[in-house]
């Protein structure tokens, strides 16, 4: 599947100088958009995030209302679709990792035709594997929805027999942190739990709105470090993204899990968001 | 200072398509290779770690004849120059981290023209400072020249009023590890030592280089952990990269530090090989 239109810096478009340094070093920030019924979904939130990840990355953020109305020429009038926004420090102006500080930002805007989501994806959950791949801790990179995801190719390189649809991670310390596209969230004893990720994994938009639905539902979710023996534990796993928004998981490996009840009342708070049409 | 000349796929060119998952992921590999008096220096060794690169991310490797002769066809017939090659896997046939395996490797070859080497840092050395960033460690990514570099990136943004050539970084768990563009040689009680690199780092060629040579003459250099005490306790410290050979650290931030007896005669063995046609 290849994006059915792309725009590069506001125009119509298919290259990138090979002088840019998303290309030399991975240098900027992503975000994956869900569209629906006309609407890019939490739009707000993806650009807050990109912002704060500009910020931590000392680029200079794009001009929101540009980028948002570069956006909304891209959301089909109906029909799901995905919209990659690829933002990064732009050309480099010398060699070398440092900065110059002249660069301008380059953006890129990549629309994908989406299939309708799975229906049973979501009811009967999917099957998730351990990844071999452990995560390396930078807190300075933690958080954000960087370029280097060279960690993530690579966990979905490994051999995976079992046919997994998600393969979930650990950092080098061995702690859980998320999948490689998706936040992991715990139930154990009727309380809802989900890695802190200030040393690796990505916030993602959909993992915070599960968290302020969730909270606002009298359901306070833990952000916490949880380790192998607390995934043992669960009663209850599921996954987010911004795309899928939550999938039960219904086996880990050898381990089957049942979406329990927990799950399914959060799916139900999600509904009407996952839906709506802003 | 840009690029006098870039090849794109062996052919002149000045863009790369959006789709590529070097952009996308960082997922690929580069090389910084110093050309002069009509030769690249070391292009067995980089073609050689580039090769090396691929097999660890599973990408294929391109062929070498090829890749070869473009270098040369770019290599000026006299004078100083850099041609830095860039490998990635390719254009995405569809979307995810996981490549889908149809990929064609795509390569980037670009010509930067260098200025003749300042022949002062060879001889008075240069002061170096500490990052305030620790690098993340994954021992699947460790001693490669990926494309993933942020870390990289983000120590040279570091304010530095002290103005330092190069910064010294150290690992999460608290190893000297490499400055960001260079290998860092320490030397205690006449021996040689510098990081191992099996956790984070980049095994440079002109670290390969040196400690052969250094092995050849009766040095042997020791790779291990390395701490910030090793380094404090250090009587001579030195880098190196492709690039500038071997640079004496004259200081590290308020720490001076005094050329020894053992960077000169590394400085005096490597020299024939750093001019040579070859």
Same mark, same amino acid.
């Given at each position: 599947m290849t994006p059915d239109a792309v725009l590069v810096d506001g125009r119509e478009g298919t290259q990138l100088s090979v002088l840019d340094r998303g290309l030399h070093y991975g240098d900027g920030l992503f975000e994956t958009i869900a569209c629906q019924r006309g609407r890019a979904r939490f739009l707000s939130l993806h650009l807050n995030r990109l912002v704060q990840g500009c910020a931590r990355l000392s680029i200079p953020a794009p001009a929101m209302q540009c980028l948002r109305a570069e956006i909304e020429q891209l959301v089909p009038s109906s029909g799901p679709a995905l919209i990659k926004l690829i933002v990064t420090r =732009?050309?480099? #102006? /010398? /060699? =070398?990792? +440092? $900065? *110059? =500080?002249?660069e301008h930002p380059a953006r890129v805007l990549l629309r994908y035709p989406a299939s309708p989501d799975d229906p049973s994806l979501m009811r009967d959950g999917i099957v998730a594997r351990f990844g071999r791949l452990r995560l390396g801790e930078n807190p300075a990179l933690a958080g954000i929805k960087h370029l280097n995801r060279l960690e993530q190719v690579l966990a979905r390189v490994e051999s995976d $027999? #079992? +046919? *997994?649809l998600e393969t979930l991670l650990f950092s080098s310390s061995g702690r859980l942190i998320s999948g490689t596209m998706s936040n992991v969230f715990v139930v154990r004893d009727n309380e809802v739990a989900t890695p802190r990720l200030d040393r690796c994994g990505v916030e993602g938009v959909m993992r915070r709105v599960l968290m302020r639905t969730a909270t606002e539902a009298g359901l306070p979710v833990e952000e916490m470090r949880l380790t192998q023996t607390d995934l043992d534990s669960a009663q209850e796993v599921f996954l987010t993204n911004a795309r899928i928004g939550i999938w039960p998981v219904r086996a880990i490996q050898a381990r089957s899990l049942t979406p329990g009840p927990l799950t399914r009342r959060l799916q139900e708070l999600m509904r009407p968001l996952l839906e709506a049409r802003g």
């Open positions: =732009g050309r480099a #102006s /010398r /060699r =070398g990792y +440092g $900065p *110059a =500080g002249d $027999p #079992s +046919g *997994a």
